[in-house]
């Protein structure tokens, strides 16, 4: 069986193409013979670092940028559309692939458009609740539509949740607590907040977890800060003596473990992160990219509203706003324990064995 995946760009597309890369992988041994995946991307997306990090073949194609709004460079599109398309279907015929999964994004459209002239099936995954251009067209060619969301606005679509890997889908985080918290140089039994901002950092989460760090750390509330790796102007002074530390990294290569030592995040809403969250059951305080068409904040929504963490505006997030509603919360554990147990009940884990069943359905379907 060869499955050809297209999801790169951003890591809310990569992420959840590698678990469904994963889950197809682990079914090698069963009736059918082994699954060969390949991964398209291209040369200017996170996905040269992390597909070959997670050992799967990558080939390259060129990349479809598709404007949010009219401009210039809506002209350019359709020739950068054929281009693509060509070298996407010679691929699509040197790999004799079965099936294609599109993620969305500009790797998506070219594949979905090039799988339908070489009569290739395709299925689509949408991570978001207000799907893209890319799977707004990939869901009309598509064999089986599976979406994150309920209620996501595509034809067919069916719910089966966010594909994450075993390793947070697994976590059981109180067992694992002590190691995680150890690994960072935390402490072992103070509360916890985790602070990141996705891959690069967010300024404005920054701004205001450093500024309340006197007020968290002086309450004994402990600090886990990803900065992002750019953001080496984001510091914090030595913590006094008898202070809770307060831990700045550039980056978590390990969230399972990061997610292990918190209590509580401060993060933004994006849905693989609304997806990670709820999974491992630990509650967020979610604050929205506030630019964009609004699709961070209806990511988190559905969380908040079950119980499961707090939605708190770019514009109103600083020190003060910590210190009044997080400090309160971080040291209430069984405000946390709610918190938790509501957003753990609002968790898929196994969206991407649900996805793997649906991309052999439908490759399977068309060998025959």
Known sequence: MRVVLAGGGTGGHIEPMLALADALTRRAG???GPVTVTCLGTARGLETRLVPARGYDLRLIPPVPLPRRPTVDLMRVPGRVRRSVADTRALLRELQADVVVGFGGYVALPAYLA???EHVPVVVHE?????GLANRIGARLAARVAVTAPGTPLPRAEHVGMPLRPALTSLDRPALRAEARAAFGLDADRPTLLVFGGSQGAASLNRAATGAADALTAA???VLHARGPKNTDVTVPARPAGSAPYV????????DLA???ADLALCRSGAVTVAELS???LPGAFVPLPIGNGEQRRNALPLVEAGGGLLVEDADLSPAWIGTHLLPLVTDPAALAELSRHAAAAGARDADERLADIVLAVATGARR
């Open 30 to 32: 069963l009736p059918g």
């Open 115 to 117: 799988a339908r002239r």
């Open 127 to 131: 991570q978001n609740p207000l799907p």
């Open 220 to 222: 004994g509330v402990q």
């Open 248 to 255: 700045l990294v550039d980056y978590l290569e390990r969230m």
């Open 259 to 261: 997610y292990a030592a």
């Open 279 to 281: 999974a491992v059951g």
